[in-house]
């Protein structure tokens, strides 16, 4: 785009001849509130000219880093357990922010705030080029293209209130997201008459939802959740005054279920809530719902003493198409189940999909009239762009095509734990996920360009349909030269993970001999098909 | 765009010579869990393929509408006031859904699907351009163009976690984000280094965040809200176990002081949390703020055993740039505001902006080390596209351009009242509101029509920047000829609307003689700046 161009080079042209920038800023008028006779200030402090408004190129190379401990930062918790623990947080983002400057009277004929306008967006979609391209640690798939969708950006999409009940408001997409939620309600087996269901704002809507449900049906319940459930999970148990047990994991990142039992069998006055994790948010771990229900049913539960919110929210639509895995179905006694759209599925914006039993939705449920609709959802508004992105992309590619997708990304995350362990770190694959997790590099810089999640000693790739064998093979690379810039003398450092991964994975100089060749058995590959594609 | 134009009418051609369509909906497949050596299911049931999946071009005209009443509907209840009530629902989804179909393994090549998608698409925009022509009932404004932005929509922008803490994941929008907050603080007058904010998914996220940290703050604290307030408000009392105290309204839709003390006072053992309206959702009413913090404070509170949360969905962008209106500010004692970022802002998805105090966010906020950020918002993934919109908007209009926009709304909601006042209908206009309240329309399909948003027997038009004198003609037009429509023996009936709105604006036989000449000074005119701009 010739324009684009031009405007740019003009706005930094002007802005390298030291024209200073005349905006006033608002933070420096003397009063905010400009009643309608009253004059816009004139004066302009020198330090609001001084700040550059561009962000800088590469940010996250150089990244301010701040160390904090449970003790600072405000009231925070330290780790899961309750422990201090010290950790790396992002940079304050106060220092480099886009001040909103007002316009001038005469901006539309000198055109200067569109040119400073365009210049900063075209320095941002740069930025955005650059983040895109090297992206492991967050289970997002940025590999989509919905061009042919760009024009509904004109529109003020909302589907406010109810999905299944039309609201007076006629700029919606409810016949989108009713599609797709059918889709999703067959996918997991459950009648269009038996189910209900919303396309919410992120997975974090959806467990907030799908516990909510439970704590509606069964008002004295407590919520049982692993401790590598995702935090949303016990937020919720916070915010809506729920008594919750934590329960112990294996070293795979799975619900502990013998720790499971022994805790249920102490409540078992008390109904049971249950968060199950499908794909875990570190470890890429499935919990074991049927073992769970098992447990339940031993301990003496029946069917109206418990409720199961499945969280899915990366692997939920993986699962089912990797043969062996276990099912996620509504024939099992399930409440809920969500699932993040903006994950495997990819979309711009966050999403994610919800579904429950209606007969459950009623307890949650209270008729809205300015809606005319019914409010049974977390939030009011509701987005209506991201049922559209959905719906396209589950249309484009359908079952066969996710089925391609799952399976690349399996293999592909094989492929990356080959190359960490021929390389000698410490890594692990749980059975059927796609979350590689491997010893925390020591370099910062390299964990920000990458973008990976970290968790005390360890941080974790997930592969995801845009990461291709090429970028992998990239970041092994890098890796590899970050560690040996950090071994002064010559001798490579290996931290040992043997607690987060165990033995079997760990590749410190005590545990090494434990890794065997056969771990490819272990892992489960021959659960899973493989194909030559890259 | 000749291209889509061909691909629509080959599709439709297709479509009129009775091609079959041979997609098979996932609905028909008998299992929904392909596993990878699976083939797909053949058989299609003969049900799916009558379906047609294109959207009727015109549904909002002869819609299905359900009534129900407090004993259907499951679980529901009635009225604010408890009792039963019976309203007219929209219609059920489920007949008119965009079925998701699985591609054929030969789509590429014959390009069916991809014409099939477009010709949706175009027909969905079609209804899109007509449903926003016709709009009048919710506070979108739909007046925007976001050109400049269409290319952002190719990358998965998230800003999850805190605004001011950088995460890990680098496709984010904090630059901007934060650029929104500080306006909104200096706006509020709350100074950089003491607020914390972040920008929500909608207006009910705000609502849900404040009386959140409000319950944080005072754990036993009783929540005090009119009747008028949004429904997300007792909503959040319900989830989050707090005691609610619903306190009367005068007819203008504010909080009845007089009732919040006697309430007040029959609790005062126990702190209050109050949710403040600045502009309510049906009569947009403008809470007396100063009253209620001097009732607060002879009462017998001091400062620590209250809390106040402003809900200035709407109202709370205009209202600054009004004259004479009473001031939202943090050098009040108040603890947080929220505004919508999709109402008089104008932006395609809905968003909000929310802004607390730092003090009171350390209460709320936990350190998440899988975000290298810190957990402070309800929501965890959060969408990084509507922080630019909102920065583009503020810089394109600034200060000036709000101004503007707000003195044009009111003056078109005068109008309005005008015109309908003339033409004998019951009305109402808040002093220095946009929102116009009058008797419902008899005739459903003129509420379908123009998207009014009803309660009771009043229905009320949202006057937005969208919103130009010529639209507001032809809806009275409508209005006149609806009703005439309505009165078969040529008397035209007038609904008595006493009880919502008071004699002085019911046009009613009984009442008409209640209305003065002299209304414009009652509905305080004096108080805003006219333009003779339309």
């Given at each position: 785009m010739?324009?684009?161009t031009?405007?740019?080079e003009?706005?930094?042209?002007?802005?390298s001849?030291?024209?200073p920038?005349s905006?006033?800023?608002?933070?420096?008028?003397s009063?905010?509130?400009l009643?309608?006779?009253?004059?816009?200030?004139?004066e302009?402090?020198?330090?609001a000219?001084?700040?550059?408004?561009?962000?800088s190129?590469?940010?996250?190379?150089?990244?301010v880093?701040?160390e904090?401990?449970?003790s600072c930062?405000?009231?925070?918790s330290?780790d899961?357990?309750g422990?201090?623990r010290?950790?790396?947080?992002?940079?304050?983002?106060?220092?480099?922010?886009l001040q909103?400057?007002?316009?001038?009277l005469?901006?539309?004929?000198?055109?200067?705030?569109?040119?400073?306008?365009?210049?900063?967006?075209?320095?941002y979609?740069?930025?955005?080029?650059?983040k895109?391209?090297?992206?492991?640690?967050?289970p997002?798939?940025?590999?989509?293209?919905?061009g042919?969708?760009?024009?509904?950006?004109?529109?003020?999409?909302?589907?406010?209130?109810?999905?299944?009940?039309?609201?007076?408001?006629?700029?919606?997409s409810?016949?989108?997201?009713v599609?797709?939620?059918?889709w999703f309600?067959?996918?997991?087996e459950?009648e269009k008459?038996?189910?209900?269901g919303?396309?919410?704002?992120?997975?974090?809507?959806g467990?907030?939802?799908?516990i909510?449900?439970?704590r509606e049906?069964?008002?004295?319940?407590?919520?049982?959740?692993?401790?590598?459930?995702?935090?949303?999970?016990?937020?919720?148990?916070r915010?809506?005054?729920?008594?919750a047990?934590?329960?112990?994991?294996?070293?795979?990142?799975?619900?502990?279920?013998?720790?499971?039992?022994?805790?249920?069998?102490?409540r078992?006055?008390?109904?049971?809530?249950?968060n199950?994790?499908?794909?875990?948010?570190?470890?890429g771990?499935?919990?074991?719902?049927?073992l769970v229900?098992?447990?339940?049913?031993?301990?003496?539960?029946?069917?109206?003493r418990?409720?199961?919110?499945?969280?899915?929210?990366?692997?939920?639509?993986?699962?089912?198409?990797?043969?062996?895995?276990?099912?996620?179905?509504?024939?099992?006694?399930?409440?809920?189940?969500?699932?993040?759209?903006?994950?495997?599925?990819?979309?711009p914006?966050?999403?994610g999909?919800?579904?429950?039993?209606?007969?459950h939705?009623?307890?949650l449920?209270?008729?809205?009239?300015?809606?005319?609709?019914?409010?049974?959802?977390?939030?009011?508004s509701?987005?209506?762009?991201?049922?559209i992105?959905?719906?396209?992309?589950?249309?484009?590619?359908?079952?066969?095509?996710?089925?391609?997708?799952?399976?690349?990304?399996?293999?592909?995350?094989?492929?990356?734990?080959?190359?960490?362990?021929?390389?000698?770190?410490?890594?692990?694959?749980?059975?059927?996920?796609?979350?590689?997790?491997?010893e925390?590099?020591?370099?910062?810089?390299?964990?920000?360009?990458?973008?990976?999640?970290?968790?005390?000693?360890i941080?974790?790739?997930v592969?995801m349909p845009?990461?291709?064998v090429?970028?992998?093979?990239?970041?092994?690379v890098?890796?590899?030269?970050?560690?040996?810039?950090f071994?002064a003398?010559?001798?490579?450092?290996?931290?040992?993970?043997?607690?987060?991964?165990?033995?079997?994975?760990?590749?410190?100089?005590?545990?090494?001999?434990?890794?065997?060749?056969s771990w490819?058995?272990d892992l489960?590959?021959?659960?899973?098909?493989?194909?030559?594609?890259?």
């Open positions: 010739p324009v684009m031009e405007v740019l003009a706005s930094l042209l002007k802005k001849r030291g024209v920038d905006r006033v800023s608002p933070c420096s008028a009063s905010p509130l009643a309608a006779a009253e004059p816009l200030p004139k302009i402090p020198l330090e000219l001084k700040k550059t408004v561009l962000p190129p590469a940010p996250a190379l150089s990244p880093v701040v904090i401990t449970n930062g405000g009231g925070g330290g899961e357990h422990h201090p010290k950790f790396v947080m992002g940079r304050n983002m106060h220092g480099n922010c909103i400057t007002e316009p001038e005469n901006d539309k004929e000198t055109g200067e705030k569109e040119a400073y306008m365009s210049a900063v967006l075209a320095q979609k740069e930025i955005l080029v650059e895109t391209k090297f992206h492991l640690g967050y997002y798939n940025l590999d989509f293209n919905y042919a969708l760009a024009e509904l950006q004109h529109f003020s999409i909302n589907n406010l209130g109810d999905p299944f009940i039309e609201s007076n408001y006629g700029v919606h409810r016949q989108f997201e599609g797709v939620l059918d309600a067959h996918l997991w459950l008459d038996e189910y209900w919303y396309i919410t704002n992120c997975g974090t809507e467990n907030l939802h799908g909510l449900v439970g049906v069964l008002p004295d319940g407590i919520l049982y959740a692993s401790r590598d459930s995702h935090y949303s999970v016990f937020k919720a148990a915010m809506y005054r729920m008594e047990v934590k329960v112990d994991t294996l070293l795979s990142g799975e619900i502990n279920c013998d720790d499971f039992r022994k805790k249920l069998t102490d078992k006055d008390k109904p049971a809530i249950l199950i994790n499908v794909g875990t948010t570190v470890k771990a499935v919990d074991d719902l049927d229900i098992q447990i339940l049913k031993e301990v003496g539960y029946t069917e109206d418990f409720y199961i919110h499945i969280d899915g929210a990366l692997f939920g639509l993986m699962i089912p198409f990797v043969k062996r895995a276990p099912k996620v179905s509504f024939k099992k006694p399930i409440g809920s189940v969500s699932v993040s759209g903006h994950k495997f599925m990819g979309c914006m966050p999403c999909v919800q579904i429950t039993r209606m007969k939705i009623n307890m449920s209270r008729n809205v009239e300015y809606l005319a609709s019914r409010d049974a959802t977390i939030m009011g509701r987005n209506g762009h991201a049922p992105f959905l719906w396209y992309t589950l249309n484009h590619k359908g079952y066969r095509g996710f089925q391609k997708e799952v399976q690349r990304c399996i293999r592909n995350a094989h492929y990356l734990t080959d190359c960490l362990r021929e390389a000698n770190f410490g890594v692990m694959l749980n059975e059927l996920s796609s979350t590689v997790v491997f925390r590099p020591q370099s910062e810089a390299l964990i920000l360009k990458w973008q990976l999640a970290c968790q005390g000693k941080a974790h790739a592969i845009s990461v291709t090429e970028k992998l093979d990239a970041f092994v890098e890796l590899i030269q970050a560690r040996n810039a071994s003398d010559g001798n490579v450092r290996i931290q040992c993970i043997v607690e987060e991964v165990g033995a079997n994975n760990c590749a410190c100089s005590l545990h090494r001999g434990a890794r065997v060749n490819t058995k489960g590959m021959d659960g899973v098909h493989m194909e030559t594609e890259s």
